[in-house]
């Protein structure tokens, strides 16, 4: 049945994920084979914005498992036909903690900007600035996926900074103008 998964692939250069005895659980690489033979195949792999990253030459006796035409791998595939839109070089990155961002984030009110906002280095929400207050903010959350994710209300001073325009804030926003993609 992989033999057949990855043929499959190849002939209809489908986006296929792999994971082998050499990854973590939970690892996976995602891409398109450009070779295949009866013991191995060459995978061009991508990154989660679309990026071919390189090629990995993989045993098919190494496969442990194959993903295909998952929720995922549907997203990274618009993404990847998309990825001419990016510019790793609009980012902007606001490290001010609590009130000393109130003007950065009075800008952003009602702005079309999917921000991320840092409660701490780990800890972080993505999303719409729907509204602000002197010490409250409003988010509209957005998901890995482009998905709504509900609101959320803030201290500003629990925040020590934001994001906006990155790779993951111009993906996430792709995704999220392009919902009707996926769930059609």
Known sequence: MINKFLKKAF?????????TKRLEWGQTIIGYIIDLNATCFIINELD???MFIGKTLIMI?????????DRYQKRLEFISGKRSMFDPNNRVTIWKEGQ?????????????????FFLNEDD?????????TDDQVLIRGIGDEGDDD???????DNFIGL???SLVEQKIKLLYDNQ????E
């Open 48 to 50: 989660e914005y679309g």
């Open 180 to 183: 009707a993609v996926f769930y």
């Open 150 to 156: 509900g609101i959320s209300c803030y201290y500003i």
């Open 11 to 19: 002939d209809e250069k489908t986006l296929i994920g792999i994971r």
């Open 124 to 132: 972080y929400i993505i999303g719409f600035l729907i509204d602000i």
């Open 163 to 165: 994001r906006y325009d």
């Open 61 to 69: 006796s190494d496969v442990l498992h194959i993903e295909y035409n």
């Open 100 to 116: 000393l961002l109130l003007p950065d984030l009075k800008t952003l009110q009602g702005s079309d900007k999917i921000c991320t």
